[in-house]
């Protein structure tokens, strides 16, 4: 709630604080005393524009400070600032600010109503939130909201997916292709390795095939070495010589010249079958080249195209599997959407037309006998909505609830933010603050002009009905009706005089029985009847604080 409202060389207020009670605050005046000041004051301090016509003559800043206690128990410091050559500061709980992080700071704490501001009913999502908390499906809303997003983000990833499978079913088809190649030739280093190395041992082989022809040749050929070491030994064992180790080494000569013979003939057919081994492993080799070209040139990096194109087709599987199971789940998710906003259409309706009721039937107590109060249900936006089993749907549901209002007999009603002049709509507001009384809302409401038009017993219903109000929160009346503020649970008197030659608004608590019967008479035109009917008044009325618990 509002506990202070502190203003310094705000036109025609020199430095003036004011402490607010919780229940029914009343502050009278005479006309002209500042008594708008203070609303425009507060306004300064909720964050509206600043003006520098409100810097009062001679001061070169005027600056508003509100304090509020929050629901917690924890002061809550707002101060504003405004230069008269056109600057202004905001500052939360002393912490310099920008203006719209100040607003959002204390959005919700005022509920101000008067033909210079804008009450927080005028706006479509208050009148929706409004009427939701009336209806008792507040939860509900909250989980059409939520499935709304989900159903959204569901639709939105399933685009997202049917456009990336269409982009790259070609690219898949390329990659699909481009794998089987390398999976066909099953690369690796210690093959590609072995192939080498076995291409540089045949390649040397064929090379020295000649070479192992002349050597067999040379030792088992008709003309051979073995030959003539036959030859030899024939002769030597022919000529009755005794030469045991002659005989001997040519023995181990001819079986050494045998085994050398053998394993060049043994070289030999196995180059036979080199040439057609080198065409084996060139071919695969020319494999290797392509996909090595391919791939970057390096073994490296074709193992690593390898692995990235196993990748991304187990990617482009995902998404596809994805994609699949969203076909399922949309539908299910829509099913589900409809019926939440369907059963919140419902409870809306018939809140509605309740909550029209007793409106009604509450404005006709405060003198507005013709006014017509309505909830209109509209369609959504097409921008906004999407539509399920031909219904159209969005994150409000499957209708925008809004506010229609006429005053006047013969007048169709129209919004209630076009339509509605200050003191009806001040009226409109409280009928619904009444209705609405279990809707969280601001902790603090101010009333301005309220009154406006309003006299005999009209006065006294309005007197009641904010002394209704008054008891679930706090309430700031700026009042001309004695009966309004014979209800007061702390009464502000404001008046005007004259320092150093410059008009000075005061604010005075009535804190006394007398001081109130004085300003009562004041209201009912002074003289010793209105003195005696002030205290009468005071005598009937019972103070509007706060519940007690």
């Not at 036979?272 to 791939?295: F, H, Q, V």
Request: glycine fraction near 8%.
């Amino acid at each position: 709630m509002l506990v202070s409202l502190t203003l310094r060389n705000l036109a025609t207020i020199s430095d003036t604080s004011i402490e607010f009670e919780h229940g029914l605050n009343i502050l009278t005046g005479e006309t002209g005393a500042g008594k708008s000041i203070l609303i425009d004051g507060l306004l300064l301090a909720l964050g509206e524009r600043a003006d520098t016509a409100l810097v009062r003559p001679g001061s070169n800043t005027a600056s508003v400070e509100a304090v509020f206690i929050l629901e917690d128990g924890s002061k809550f410091l707002v101060r504003r600032e405004v230069r008269s050559e056109g600057r202004s500061r905001f500052f939360i709980n002393d912490e310099l600010t920008t203006l719209e992080d100040g607003r959002s700071h204390i959005a919700g704490l005022v509920d101000l109503h008067s033909q210079r501001s804008t009450p927080a009913l005028l706006k479509r999502h208050i009148q929706r939130a409004a009427i939701d908390e009336f209806s008792g499906c507040s939860d509900l809303a909250g989980r059409v909201s939520l499935g709304f997003g989900e159903y959204r983000s569901l639709l939105r990833r399933s685009e997202e997916l049917s456009t990336q499978l269409s982009a790259v079913t070609e690219k898949r088809d390329i990659a699909q292709h481009e794998l089987s190649l390398i999976e066909k030739l099953d690369p690796s280093a210690a093959d590609y390795s072995s192939l080498m190395e076995d291409r540089r041992e045949l390649k040397a082989v064929q090379d020295g095939a000649e070479i192992l022809g002349r050597i067999s040749e040379g030792i088992s050929g008709d003309d051979g070495i073995l030959a003539s070491l036959a030859e030899f030994r024939h002769s030597l064992a022919g000529s009755g010589i005794k030469t045991k180790n002659a005989t001997e080494l040519l023995e181990q000569a001819d079986i050494a010249l045998t085994e050398a013979s053998s394993e060049c003939e043994s070289m030999l057919s196995g180059i036979d079958s080199a040439p057609w081994r080198i065409k084996e492993i060139d071919e695969r080799l020319d494999a290797y080249a392509e996909m090595l070209g391919r791939c970057g040139g390096t073994m490296e990096r074709l193992l690593g195209r390898r692995s990235a194109l196993s990748s991304e087709l187990q990617q482009f599987d995902l998404l596809e599997k994805e994609y699949e199971q969203l076909q399922e789940t949309i539908p299910e998710k829509a099913c589900s959407l409809h019926a939440a906003a369907d059963e919140l259409s419902g409870s809306r309706k018939r809140g509605a037309d309740e909550l029209e009721v007793s409106v009604q039937n509450e404005l006709r107590l405060l003198g507005m006998p013709d006014a017509i109060f309505k909830v209109v249900m509209n369609d959504p936006p097409e921008n906004r909505s999407l539509v399920i089993e031909d219904v159209s749907v969005c994150s409000d549901g499957c209708e925008l609830p809004e506010f229609f209002f006429s005053a006047n007999p013969g007048m169709k009603p129209g919004p209630l933010a076009s339509v509605a002049s200050g003191g009806e709509m001040s009226r409109v507001s409280l009928v619904l603050k009444l209705a609405l009384v279990s809707v969280t809302q601001a902790p603090t409401m101010v009333f301005d002009e309220i009154d406006s038009g309003v006299g005999g017993e009209t006065a006294n219903l309005l007197a009641d009905s904010l002394g209704r109000v008054s008891r679930k929160r706090q309430v700031i009346v700026i009042t001309h009706l004695p009966q309004i503020a014979s209800k007061a649970y702390r009464h502000l008197a404001v008046s005007k005089g004259i320092v150093d030659g410059l008009p000075a608004t005061r604010v005075d608590i009535l804190s006394d029985r007398i001081g109130r019967i004085e300003e009562l008479a004041r209201l009912l035109g002074g003289g010793r009847a209105a003195m005696e009917h002030a205290e009468k008044m005071i005598a009937a009325g019972s103070d509007s604080g706060p519940e007690q618990s």
